[in-house]
């Protein structure tokens, strides 16, 4: 399976910022993913489309939206659809990411109705899921994880493509707090992640692309990527400089 170098670009970047750091990064990639990797970005809505444009520039680089709407249209105002976002080049969406939980306060069944819409709907969805500090110190991490996946892909239609799928795990005490988790603690919590994957998702679990992030940097990424069922990383803020990035790609 591909290595799978994913940034979260968050609120940050304009459609002209977003532009002038993907044309950085093409040219520090030299057009093109290194050998066994793909990259995805995932921007504001606001920079999709020039986004999407921009990444032409990258062979196996793709862009995706950080939300999404479960439904085709409607009076949902400030929301946006699938075909929204694929009309403006996007192929992938993050669902259930830990800022829309406890920042936004979505609930876990709504990622759910996300996660399943988006991939009914044709894009490709890197679920979100990972526990609080003090779900971990209370000794509920399973537990948070597996009620996270079951409802996090509940309803997730029979025929979806195995490609379409992706699960980050990033523990929302690691995000954006320069903790990174232990690589003991990211091959543990990584194992039991992949355990309940194949009790939710059969034969299909172990070709689903497993990614860690929280506290990704340049100078941890090698260690991380090497780790066993780690297939790749979602970045935050060492994603928004195209030459951190690119380190982060190579590493
Ligand atoms: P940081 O890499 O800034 O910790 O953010 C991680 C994250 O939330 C990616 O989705």
């Known amino acids: 399976m ?12 304009t459609g002209a910022e977003a532009v002038a750091t993907l044309n950085e990064l ?12 793909e990259i995805v970005i995932f921007a504001p ?6 986004a999407s444009g921009a990444m032409e520039a990258i062979k196996g680089g793709m862009i995706g939206a950080e939300d999404v709407y479960p439904a085709a249209e409607g009076a949902f105002t400030g929301e946006i659809s699938p075909a929204m976002i694929k009309a403006c080049g996007a192929s992938w969406v993050l669902t259930g990411h830990s800022e829309r939980r406890h920042v936004i306060g ?7 109705e996300k996660t399943a819409f988006a991939l009914a709907n044709g894009l490709r969805v890197m679920l979100c899921i990972g526990e609080t500090l003090e779900e971990r110190e209370s000794g509920l991490l399973r537990n948070v994880l597996e009620r996270q996946l079951k409802l996090g892909l509940k309803n997730v239609p029979a025929e979806t493509p195995v490609e379409a799928l992706a699960i980050a795990y990033e523990p929302v005490w690691a995000i954006g707090t320069g903790k990174t988790a232990t690589t003991d603690d990211i091959v543990e919590t990584h194992a039991i992640c992949r355990e309940l994957m194949r009790e939710i998702l059969g034969e299909k679990a172990d070709k689903t692309p497993l990614l860690y992030g929280g506290s990704v940097k340049p100078a941890n990424a090698g260690s991380i990527l090497a780790l066993d069922n780690v297939d790749g990383v979602l970045v935050g803020g060492a994603s928004l400089k195209a030459d951190s990035f690119t380190q982060i790609i190579n590493a």
């Open 45 to 50: 809505f606001t920079a999709l489309e020039r």
């Open 26 to 37: 093409a040219e520090l990639l030299k057009g093109t993913a290194p050998e066994g990797r």
């Open 106 to 112: 979505e609930s876990e069944d709504f990622v759910g």
């Open 2 to 13: 591909k290595k799978l170098m994913a940034a979260n670009w968050k609120m940050y970047k």
